[in-house]
């Protein structure tokens, strides 16, 4: 499984360099295959080395590149304007808040595009959660607290089960990484929340599940901001799930289903038909991707079946990543059917690359981890 985890690491970060660098030439392939020989060549090198540095300088290590990612990160939010970018992410969150505190309906602001498919995507719960940070100026400081919090319970958790240095480097390695900070994209970070939550569930499983229904409900919520990041959670989830009575199952699901409807809740009531029957409403934006619904119930069976072959914490974090990865692909492959490889890959409005990357998150924790 790590074989298959560290191709799909290669390949979409070999997607970001073919698409961003510039048209598919030989350099644009001499530059991906050299890349993808570098990143070899380094994993190699540091699965040797690692087995002689001390744990001092181990320690040492993952502050200096948890570091790194941090300042680094911010040197890119603050140089690069998010309105001079053909990304629409970091203002669909900040004309979204904008819009909440004018009093005007966030669902139909735009974001700086402003063309008829520019409507906003993230559903209310994740939109809110940025609220705070849209009053100190910036949405986009919601990423280092999630960085913050991943980078903590990396190191609390690396002396045990994983390798917080391998994450952090592979981290820093991938084009598609700093892609999504550079483009001040939400969609990354997001995934990392889920990880963190996750991360929390395998390892404290009995203080989570004593308040199953608590649990449940803020589960919910978490759901409320893409449809995506519920594949991650349907892995991780639906065993459980299966052990609980009767009872407990209908009442999880009651609860969850809560969570995730609440946050509609207000506007529902503010615009029923823009938030329910408009074209580009955030729930059809979501879907949009994946508009065959034969292809989201595929990928939704592949997601269960590989839940309940999960045996080890590791193949949770593997499954989940090779499922959303799987979630992509699917998409991708429908728009190369329909537009072929090169128009998937350079042409606007097609195919967002960032989802393949999406499941790096759980990818890099599978690939961390010192478990079999």
């Given amino acids: 499984m790590n074989f298959v985890l560290f191709a799909i690491f290669l390949f979409a970060n070999e997607m970001f360099i073919l698409r961003y660098v510039e048209k598919i030439t030989l350099n644009s392939i001499y530059l991906s295959l050299i890349y993808g020989l570098l990143i070899i060549v380094f994993m190699l090198f540091y699965q040797k080395a690692i087995r002689h540095i001390s744990r001092g300088t181990y320690n040492t290590f993952f502050f200096v590149i948890a570091g790194f990612i941090m300042i680094f990160s ?6 690069i304007s998010p309105y001079e970018l053909d990304t629409e992410r970091w203002t669909a969150i900040f004309n979204w808040n904008d819009s909440l505190f004018r009093g005007v309906y966030p669902y ?23 609220f705070p940070f849209y009053l100190l100026g910036n949405v986009s400081y919601m990423l280092f607290v999630v ?3 991943l980078f903590f319970i990396l ?44 991360l929390l569930l395998v390892y404290y499983p009995h203080k989570i599940w004593q308040h199953k229904f608590l649990f449940a409900f803020f589960i919910g919520l978490f759901a409320c901001s893409r449809f995506f990041v519920m594949i991650p959670l349907l892995i991780f989830l639906f065993r459980p799930w299966l052990k609980m009575e009767m009872r407990d ?21 503010w615009n029923f038909d823009m938030l329910i029957h408009f074209k580009y409403s955030p729930i059809y934006l979501q879907t949009s991707y994946q ?10 069976v592949l997601a269960l079946v590989l839940a309940l072959h999960c045996k080890t914490k590791k193949d949770f974090y593997s499954y989940a990543a090779l499922s959303m990865f799987c979630f992509a692909a699917s998409a991708a492959f429908k728009f190369v059917v329909q537009d072929g490889f090169y128009g998937m890959l350079y042409e606007d409005n097609v195919f967002d690359l960032s989802y393949f ?16």
């Fill in 74 to 79: 911010v040197f890119l939010l603050l140089i």
């Fill in 108 to 130: 139909s602001a735009h974001t700086h595009l402003n063309g008829e498919n520019s409507y906003i995507s993230p559903f209310p719960f994740w939109q809110l959660l940025h």
């Fill in 147 to 149: 960085l913050i919090l």
């Fill in 155 to 198: 190191y609390k958790l690396q002396s045990r089960v994983m390798d917080g240095v391998q994450f952090l480097l592979l981290l820093c390695l991938s084009p598609a990484f700093w892609f999504e900070i550079a483009t001040k994209s939400d969609l990354m970070y997001n995934v990392f929340a889920v990880l963190i939550i996750c």
């Fill in 249 to 269: 199952k209908i009442i999880f699901v009651i609860f969850f289903i809560l969570g995730f409807l609440l946050p509609f809740v207000p506007f529902l009531f």
């Fill in 291 to 300: 508009t065959n619904i034969w292809l989201i119930l595929i990928n939704v």
């Fill in 357 to 372: 990357s999406a499941c790096f998150p759980f990818l890099l924790q599978s690939l961390s981890m010192k478990e079999t």
